[in-house]
């Protein structure tokens, strides 16, 4: 059923803010830093887990798949209610970090391309 990717969805968004809160407290910026980043990678973690760890209905699998491949307009809705100029005035922090973040991400589509062409190269469809 849907309902069970949405509070998948409701948990991963819940845990998301509080890390993120948590993370720019630790950090010293009063602001969340990072908690739609978390709460997508706990979305997709925990769809995937699902699949693979819980033998689930099918209708059920079908409702957390409906909200996995929603993740990138959620995550853009969340983004747009965080606080960005908060962060920004409280120090070049948050902008050193989300230029890493950018520039990390990056440098790391070409190794993922090599790593997802490797596996379509070593396919045992073609060895026979």
Known sequence: MVIYGVALLSLCLLLGTYLGNALGYLIGIDANVGGVGIAMLLLL??????SKKISLKPMTESGIHFWSAMYIPIV????????VVAALSSGWLAVIAGVA?????????????????SDTNNSPAEES
């Open 76 to 83: 853009v809705a969340m983004a747009a209610k965080q606080n």
């Open 101 to 117: 973040a950018v520039v990390v991400s990056f440098a790391l589509v070409p190794v993922l391309t090599r790593i997802g062409q």
């Open 45 to 50: 973690i925990l769809t995937n887990l699902s």
